[in-house]
């Protein structure tokens, strides 16, 4: 009896340990509408995840291995499931393209273990929503250590079939961010490069996806690398320690890796999952912050007229500008330089290199900088300045107190090409540092941002893309299709600084390189139905006055708001056009815009309430091929039965206020 008491417990442990370590878990969490599905399983005791969407695999089979100084965790593990539960939650955005956002999601947190180091362990918190799910990384404090140091993390996507891919390739880590993209099969891809987050799946029968990552904070920015028929995660490396990604004490978290789904590209631009997954708004006072248009001279070169004075980094010319956004609704006026000149002692070689006797502190002899915030206030236009970032982050407290001084109210920061885990958090301290000062901040040559707007409501918008800019020097693949590919990728990401305005537009075959007055290549209406399409909470009237003084379709720039109380899109065929509608109050803006092929499309009109409104559209004239900035005005009534049948032209766009 006591031999096969023993047996019956020896054979009992047996069938725990094949459970425990041996045998494949399954481990689920789906979203509330039951669309899609996260499973979590530990095939030969490796870590490994899938997507499914609609009962269909998107990704299959995608591994997990974290790398640190202590061993990889993902190898031989072992998954313990903590109870999960629905999140429900709402909350206002100061800045956004909605003003409230309302959210369910399901959350599991799995506890990770390696069978043979019990200290090598982690949490993947995941949440599901209806619109995608995100997942995370925590890192828990240990008895043995207190510090990560974290050499990699591998998150795999094994994405299923041949999809459609709109991606951009980058040349390192250190960089602008800023390139073209390609659209090609799955396939195709090129495996020797890094590829820059958002990146567009488009899937057969009508499914949409795409991977980009939410929260980045004291941690490094992540790309996907093509290997062995996967994308795989690689992070930015540290410039003091390249063989380390993060040096961070514990316990600690990873930024959400996202994956955002959908049967209509337009859901994937309409979602707020990004903002969903980062933490409530720091900021006690939020008084100050007023998102607005700006004009930046920097673009069209600091031009002015004939006039009785010397253009330049004068006050003369700045008060001309503020004259101008003035008398024309433009809320702020920016500071630059003027000839490769801060407005700024610098004794560098140009904008992007500070000299060792750099000071930002102190304006050049011509400039009065309190002087010009007075003027502008009396006028009703705050004032900005740009500011290498270097310069200011050598004396970044009593800089920020300086500019307060004077009159203020934010700052361009430019030239970052960096995200690595130091750069992200100097752009958090700048962020947090700037607030207590009231200073709203616009980030330049940076990395892509990640919903943080809503934490730091006084982030106004990022550039980190290729933009107008550009036809300074001569760029001409900036064009109506490149634009096209920005809202299926990089806006996915957040607000996208652009350089719009640009109203002296010619055809393609009569571009010509202008580094002052640079014209533009898609139609006048295009770069109108832009301030819709995109989203920027400080959208710039970069073009000279004389460009939009009494022209057709300013009143259109003029009226366009700069942050959202609702967003839908209406129509959109990835690299071909978009529709996009967003609400302010009782009004609504529409903004179309087409690639290089003409066309037809219809707008309908069914997300308007019951009542008659007034319609007032821009339209491209039937002549743009020849002159691409003549337009239609027309107006009329509508109701939410109407459907507008609209022409756009090559290169074209429609804008519409609707009242």
């Not at 980045?216 to 062995?228: I, M, P, Q, S, T």
């Not at 300086?402 to 690595?420: I, N, S, Y």
């Not at 007055?517 to 295009?526: D, Q």
Request: aromatic fraction near 12%; charge should be negative.
């Amino acid at each position: 009896m006591i031999k096969k008491f023993l047996l019956l417990v020896i054979l009992l442990l047996s069938k725990n340990l094949c459970l425990d370590l041996f045998c494949q878990i399954e481990l689920t969490v789906s979203s509330p509408d039951k669309q899609i599905v996260f499973t979590l399983t530990s095939p030969d005791q490796r870590m490994e995840y899938s997507i499914q969407f609609q009962n269909k695999n998107l990704i299959d089979h995608s591994p997990i291995h974290l790398y640190s100084t202590k061993g990889v965790l993902g190898e031989h593990v072992k998954i313990e499931s903590l109870p999960g539960h629905l999140i429900q939650d709402s909350y206002d955005l100061i800045v956004g393209k909605a003003n409230h956002v309302s959210y369910q999601c399901n959350q599991k947190i799995y506890h990770i273990t390696d069978l043979f180091d019990s200290t090598l362990a982690a949490d993947i918190e995941t949440r599901v929503f209806n619109d995608g799910l995100a997942f995370r990384y925590y890192y828990p404090k240990s008895n043995n250590t207190d510090s990560l140091y974290l050499l990699d993390e591998n998150t795999g996507f094994n994405v299923v079939g041949d999809p459609k891919v709109l991606a951009m390739y980058l040349p390192s880590f250190q960089t602008s961010h800023e390139g073209l993209y390609t659209y090609t099969e799955y396939k195709k891809l090129d495996n020797s490069h890094l590829m820059e987050m958002p990146v567009l799946f488009q899937y057969a029968q009508n499914v949409y996806m795409s991977i980009l990552e939410a929260n980045v904070r004291d941690f490094a920015g992540a790309y996907l690398w093509k290997e062995n028929e996967m994308l795989m995660t690689k992070l930015s490396p540290r410039i003091d320690k390249p063989n380390l990604k993060i040096i961070s004490s514990l316990p600690h978290y990873s930024p959400w890796r996202v994956i955002q789904i959908g049967n209509k590209p337009g859901s994937l631009i309409e979602s707020n999952i990004l903002t969903n997954l980062n933490e409530a708004c720091k900021l006690d006072d939020v008084s100050w912050i007023k998102p607005g248009k700006t004009t930046f001279t920097w673009w069209n070169g600091n031009m002015v007229p004939d006039t009785n004075f010397a253009p330049g980094n004068n006050f003369e010319t700045n008060k001309y500008y503020i004259d101008f956004a003035a008398a024309h609704h433009i809320q702020y006026h920016a500071i630059y330089g003027y000839a490769e000149q801060p407005w700024y002692e610098d004794d560098g070689f140009d904008f992007g290199t500070p000299g060792q006797h750099v000071d930002i502190t102190k304006p050049i002899k011509p400039l009065d900088i309190k002087k010009i915030c007075e003027y502008g206030k009396n006028k009703g236009v705050d004032v900005y300045v740009w500011v290498n970032w270097k310069a200011l982050y050598s004396k970044l407290d009593s800089a920020l107190a300086t500019f307060e001084a004077w009159g203020l109210c934010g700052t361009m920061v430019d030239f970052m090409d960096r995200d690595d885990q130091e750069m992200i958090n100097i752009q958090e301290e700048i962020l947090l540092k700037s607030a207590k000062h009231h200073l709203f901040v616009q980030f330049h040559g940076s990395s892509k941002p990640s919903g943080l707007h809503r934490t730091y409501p006084n982030e106004f918008t990022r550039e980190g893309t290729l933009n107008y800019e550009v036809y300074k020097w001569g760029n001409s693949n900036v064009n109506a299709d490149h634009d096209i590919h920005i809202p299926f990728t990089r806006m996915l990401a957040g607000p996208t600084d652009y350089h719009l305005g640009g109203f002296r537009a010619v055809s393609r075959k009569n571009y010509k390189e202008h580094y002052t007055h640079p014209n533009v290549l898609s139609t006048r209406c295009h770069m109108m139905a832009m301030y819709v399409v995109l989203e920027s909470y400080l959208s710039m009237v970069a073009d000279v006055p004389e460009a939009y003084i009494h022209q057709p379709g300013f009143e259109f720039v003029q009226a366009v708001p700069s942050t959202w109380d609702e967003t839908s899109v209406l129509n959109a065929s990835v690299t071909e056009y978009i529709t996009i509608a967003r609400r302010k109050a009782n009004h609504w803006y529409i903004g179309s815009i087409n690639n290089h092929i003409a066309r037809e499309i219809d707008i309908k009109l069914d997300f308007l309430d019951d009542k008659t409104h007034q319609a007032i559209l821009f339209t491209d004239a039937m002549d743009v091929d020849k002159n691409p900035n003549h337009l239609i005005r027309q107006t009329r009534l509508v109701s939410n039965k109407d459907i507008l049948h609209l022409k756009l032209g090559a290169d074209g766009g429609v804008a519409m206020i609707i009242k």
